[in-house]
């Protein structure tokens, strides 16, 4: 008995001595443990982090995507498209994973791209052997593409119970952005940029509302020269940029366009500008610069250069408007105010001025100084009832902004410059040069906003170029009129000015672009420069608003260096321009006009009208678009049910897919529509 309790007080012994010692021994691994803990926390972090993870981890820009740049209508400008470089990490690719999926990846492969399973095959051994974390495997996938490449075996695992795919950790994708306009009818120059080239024209103007904000991700060492992205660990999300709804209106600036190019064609000219303004409320709804490149056969007119904004040039004989407004609204001239213009030479002081013609016995009454467009006529009035106190003339200059320099959106917009008598380049005859177009220089869109002025009655408007910003379908901000002055000068002046400047298009200077058919007011100019070379150039232009006697809108025309032996006047060339755009414009923006006053014997509307054409698609077959207008036939096919993308304005250029195509409701139908 007494054995078998001492062997037990044995084995209790034993136990309890193995127990303490398990106790103890983990007692000082918990002590070791809360010391490291506190070690790590209070003392070594720095250097962690230092040593190891900024070593071989840093954070990277996740670029957000720009917001889209849209016309008024809602057709896009300018998009940012989404491109996807794919690359592999071979290192993160289990044995068995890689053996038995391998054959179904090459496969897939050859499918989608064309080249052989071995070509594959041999790459994707080689790499796996070096353990390539980063192996660029393609470049600039689009979105569709992308979506049936990360499927692929070994790159994804389909969930056989909802039956998505879930990306592995070996396919690394790195999304490009890339800016792309979407028209033919407005180029870099108008819509510019913001890239490392710097900032310019629209994109330049509304790049806070378009950027949107990037987000950050982390990238991990691969070598001493490469690092990979990781997708999975401290990801913040860019925010997307706002998109941008310009005031520009598509069918307005492809008429613009057109009429443009097709003038600086054929007089051969180095440059030209287009800006038409929308008069109730200052919104740009067309603005076309256009310049020469190449030499010989190889001409071509490229939207480069914003000159509408960007350049300030002497504006002629369209000045005359703003000389004369000034001393009607001081009450210095009315209807019953005459001048005597001689035989059209006259020298004010050292300033000799001539005019080009003299209408009947040169004794002009107001209205003819502008239609005659009398340099001689201009500068007497105004020399008369300033030259003695030429502020009062430069106060109505300054009350009507031409001193400022125009607080637009835009970025790059010129300074204007008037000669003054504080200028030391003035002289006695300086206000004469002045009262005619000389001795100062404005953008065109200056000289449009002053003339939208009067079109508006009187009351001027700043210049608009964004309609509204919108953000996740949501409208964040719209734009309304901004006015400048509120009122330009007496409700006789502006009265009488309209008066004639409507008679300048019907029985004056610009009496060749008269039509009955709208009633059009403007002024033309003929600027010459470099005067002092034997040979000089030109430029010519075209102020004015239509229709006259309730406009709707205001258009500046610009035509710079044609070929003199062409023609060179502002009638002559850029005239021509003001009317084409008047007309069709007119046409596609109704203004209730009588049936019988579409047709005279110059000019037949109806024949640019285009009949209703019926769509039929006959079982699911696509007929032939090309020819027809996009406006009558892109909502027949959309009431049908199908999907329709397209651009431009106009007749339809181009379909896909092609006529006799049989198509589906769910088949996009794509079209390029031009004038």
């Known amino acids: 008995m007494a054995t078998k309790i001492n062997e037990y007080d044995n084995k209790r012994s034993k136990a309890l001595k193995w127990g303490y010692l398990f106790a103890g021994v983990a007692f000082i691994v918990f002590i070791v443990f809360l010391g490291r803990i506190f070690f790590l926390q209070h003392t070594n972090v720095d250097n962690i982090e230092k040593n190891f993870i900024s070593s071989n981890y840093r954070e990277a820009k996740l670029k957000a995507a720009r917001g889209n740049l849209f016309a008024a209508d809602g057709s896009i400008l300018a998009t940012t498209v989404m491109r996807y470089d794919v690359y592999v990490d071979f290192k993160t690719i289990k044995d068995t994973t890689y053996t038995n999926h391998i054959g179904k990846l090459t496969d897939s492969l050859n499918k989608m791209f064309g080249k052989p399973r071995a070509h594959y095959r041999k790459i994707f051994d080689e790499q796996r052997k070096k353990e390539n974390q980063y192996f660029s495997l393609v470049k600039g996938l689009d979105f569709d593409q992308y979506d049936r490449i990360k499927k692929f075996p070994i790159f994804s695992k389909e969930d056989k119970k909802t039956g998505k795919f879930k990306k592995n950790r070996c396919l690394i994708i790195e999304r490009n952005y890339k800016r792309e306009l979407a028209t033919a009818q407005i180029g870099s120059g108008t819509i510019g940029m913001d890239d490392e080239r710097g900032k310019g024209g629209l994109e330049g103007a509304f790049s806070k509302f ?13 070598n001493s020269s490469q690092w990979k992205p990781i997708d ?47 008069t109730e409320t200052g919104k740009i709804r067309a603005m076309v610069n256009l310049r020469k490149e190449g030499k010989d056969d190889d001409v071509k007119y490229v939207d480069a250069y914003n000159y509408a904004i960007k350049d300030a040039t002497e504006p002629g004989s369209t000045f ?42 040169g004794i002009y009454d107001i209205s003819d100084v502008l239609a005659e467009s009398s340099n001689v006529g201009a500068s007497k009035l105004i020399t008369k009832y300033y030259g003695k106190d030429t502020q009062v003339f430069f106060n109505h200059l300054k009350k009507w ?67 509204k910003i919108v953000k996740d379908g949501k409208i964040e901000y719209q734009a309304e009129p901004e006015v400048l002055v509120d009122k330009m000068a007496s409700t006789e002046a502006i009265e009488l000015m309209t008066k004639m400047l409507t008679k300048t298009v019907e029985k004056g200077t610009a009496k060749s672009i008269y039509t009955p058919n709208i009633k059009l007011a403007g002024k033309t100019g003929t600027a010459k420069f470099e005067y002092w070379k034997s ?10 608003f239509f229709p006259a006697d309730n406009p709707k809108y205001t258009c500046y025309v610009m035509i710079n260096q044609p070929n003199t032996a062409i023609g060179y006047s502002g009638a002559t060339v850029a005239a021509p321009i003001f009317k084409e755009i008047a007309g069709k414009v007119f046409l596609k923006t109704p203004l209730n006009v009588e049936k019988e006053m579409l047709t005279n014997k110059k000019v037949d509307l109806r024949k640019m009208m285009q009949p209703t054409v019926k769509v039929e698609v006959k079982g699911g077959v696509l007929p032939n678009l090309k020819g027809l207008m996009g406006k009558n036939i892109i909502p027949q096919l959309e009431n049908l049910g199908y999907r329709v993308d397209y651009k431009g304005v106009g007749k339809i250029k181009n379909q896909f897919p092609m006529a006799g195509t049989v198509i589906n409701k769910k088949q996009r139908i794509y079209l390029e529509l031009q004038n």
């Open 401 to 467: 902004k031409l001193f400022d320099k125009m607080q637009i959106e835009l970025p790059g917009i010129v300074k204007p410059y008037i000669l003054t008598p504080e200028n030391t380049k003035w002289s006695k005859g300086g206000l004469a040069s002045l009262s005619y177009g000389y001795s100062s220089r404005f953008s065109i869109l200056q000289l449009t906003t002053f003339y939208n002025g009067i079109a508006n009655k009187g009351k001027m408007l700043k210049p608009l170029f964004i309609e």
């Open 320 to 361: 005359k408007t703003v000389s004369l407004l000034a001393a009607m609204d001081d009450g210095f001239i009315d209807e019953s105010t005459t001048v005597d213009v001689g035989n059209g030479r006259w020298k004010y002081f050292d300033q000799p001025m001539s005019d080009s013609h003299v209408k009947g016995n």
């Open 535 to 544: 040979s000089g150039k030109y430029q010519a232009a075209f102020a004015g």
């Open 232 to 278: 999975y660990w401290k990801v913040k999300e860019p925010i997307d940029g706002k998109d941008v709804y310009t005031t520009i209106d598509l069918r307005i600036q492809d008429i613009a366009h057109s009429a443009l190019e097709k003038q600086l064609i054929h007089f051969e000219a180095d440059h030209g500008s287009v800006l038409v303004m929308e």
């Open 210 to 222: 378009l950027s949107g904000t990037d987000g950050t991700r982390y990238e991990q060492r691969v």
